[in-house]
């Protein structure tokens, strides 16, 4: 009986896995960098074409699921016109800020359309689009008449796409009247702001009232007999995690697919499906090591241990502007690889650097470079109280965690003349003296480090590690256990390698000398 009850939990986790993996998702990024590994678990990826890179690896492996974002009903008042266009085509200001509204019931308008920018963007690798705010005419001041014929005029175009590119999958932002006519070549529709919301400039996050969304909610009831996926894009601040959590499930519980992003859409929000983070970001010096990025030691010694994990290391080049807070939330966690000279020569970007990524509440592990004499308020920030004095070199010993430090050669003792006591902290690896100690390595509340002696040291031409990397990594940046292929097979499939040799074709035959072996 108890193989059965096991049996039977069995069946419901795989069944309620399968459920959990097989619903729809999508998500809307009109960001920098496009962070595939977040985006491609996706079935609809969103993306504005000017700010993805077509080129990139992630764009090819997903672009079946991803939709370019256009506006052909508005256009931007700050964007630049194109030879062709004809500005009798703008009917008004929209209520969409900066930008005007375009007159959707001309025929040559079309034309433009495809020539400007649906045919150079199928060129660029583009296969489905999201044509975005055909709704805006009914916020207008356009009269009735006019709005019946750019109705239509809507129609007509869909209709044209559909034909020119009938494997092209379309996405909406419509209301009912037009979704009435084109629903059976279309394959979602986007509604914006049932719970959370922007106000009328854009600029601040407003609750949805009770009235509205009701409004809402019967538009979308006409719609629904047409049995396409409905996705529901709300806004709230990226800071606010918990409160988008309990959105999301709101909109869950009226069978829509949810997304939650920022008022710009230029950050990782929340789905119903989320992907781990699997990017690390690793800080260097470029300033010190002025080299490609593949010969600094972050990446030689670094990036091997983290992809072992399953895990990619971003490098970046703490000398440059500090990374926004949309580009460092996408983030697993951070390693600091730094020798010391740039954070002595600019001991104030390095502290704001420190502040940002702990604004983000990222994990950091500090691999060196950081002087006591330049970062005090560092250290009062990471609950690390220092003391400065002689440590005497007689009356001294290590004292380390055998599982963290002596992994490839035991630790040393530093030359530094302070002592570290970090607080509330799992310590790895101290030196004792008889009245003081200092710890040279540890697991923090904040993510960790490994200073001098602790870390790596070179011996005969060799870099080897004092600290365990593999665990290092993995337990100061708290990164989660992953999948990933066996390391030694090649795409988790087996290999079977045969060599041939040819160098001998030339020798004389053993059974007739007469002969070359190759005859």
């Known amino acids: 009986m108890n193989y059965i009850k096991y049996l039977v939990l069995l069946l419901f986790f795989f069944a309620s896995l399968h459920a959990s993996l097989t619903s729809k998702s999508a998500i809307f990024y009109y960001g920098d960098d496009t962070p595939y590994s977040l985006l491609g678990i996706h079935d609809y990826i969103i993306l504005k074409p000017e700010s993805a890179n077509e080129f990139t690896h992630g764009f090819k492996i997903y672009k079946d699921n991803i939709y370019a974002q256009i506006d052909i009903a508005t256009l931007d008042l700050k964007g630049s016109y194109s030879a062709d266009f004809d500005k009798q085509w703008i009917l008004s200001n929209s209520v969409i800020q900066d930008s005007e509204l375009l007159d959707m019931s001309n025929q040559d308008y079309h034309l433009f359309i495809y020539n400007n920018i649906i045919n150079p963007l199928i060129e660029q690798g583009y296969k489905n689009f999201y044509f975005d705010h055909l709704n805006v005419y009914q916020a207008s001041t356009i009269r009735d008449e006019k709005q019946a014929l750019i109705e239509e005029g809507i129609i007509k175009f869909l209709y044209e796409f559909n034909h020119r590119y009938p494997d092209a999958k379309i996405i909406l932002n419509a209301e009912s009247k037009i979704i009435a006519k084109v629903h059976d070549f279309i394959e979602a529709l986007v509604y914006e702001s049932l719970f959370k919301g922007l106000s009328s400039n854009g600029f601040n996050y407003v609750d949805v009232s009770n009235l509205n969304r009701e409004l809402l909610l019967s538009e979308i009831s006409k719609v629904q007999k047409y049995n396409k996926p409905i996705i529901i894009l ?30 710009t859409l230029s950050a990782v929000g929340q789905s119903s499906k989320n992907a781990l983070k699997r990017e690390v970001l690793f800080l260097y010096d470029g300033t010190f090591e002025n080299k490609d990025i593949d010969e600094t030691s972050a ?140 710890v040279m390595a540890a697991i923090t509340p904040w993510g960790g ?60 035959a053993e059974w007739d000398a007469e002969l070359f072996s190759g005859d």
């Open 234 to 263: 709300d806004y709230l601040p990226f800071s606010k995690r918990a409160l988008m959590t309990e959105t999301l499930k709101k909109i869950e519980a009226f069978n829509f697919i949810p997304y939650i992003g920022n008022r």
């Open 299 to 438: 990446f030689q010694q670094g990036a091997l241990p983290i992809e072992y994990l399953g895990y990619i290391p971003i490098l970046y080049d703490v000398s440059k502007k500090i990374l926004s807070d949309d580009i460092l939330q996408r983030y697993a966690g951070v390693v600091v690889w730094l020798n010391g000279e740039y954070t002595r020569k600019e001991p104030k970007a390095f502290i704001r650097w420190v502040h940002a990524l702990r604004k983000n509440d990222l994990k950091i592990l500090f691999f060196e470079g950081l002087d006591s004499d330049y970062h005090l308020s560092i250290f009062k920030t990471l609950d690390i109280d220092i003391e400065k004095d002689v440590i005497d070199n007689t009356k001294k010993k290590i004292i380390s965690d055998s599982e963290y430090i002596g992994y490839e050669v035991d630790p040393f003792f530093p030359s530094l003349d302070t002592y570290f006591h970090p607080k509330n902290s799992q310590v790895l690896c101290q030196v004792k003296t008889e009245e003081n100690y200092s």
């Open 449 to 508: 480090y490994a200073f001098e002696g602790s870390m790596l040291i070179e011996m005969a031409g060799n870099t080897l590690w004092i600290a365990n990397p593999f665990k290092l990594f993995q337990e100061a940046l708290r990164l989660q256990p992953l999948a990933v292929p066996d390391f030694t097979t090649d795409n988790g499939k087996r290999l079977l390698f045969i060599h041939m040799d040819g160098d001998g074709i030339m020798n004389a």
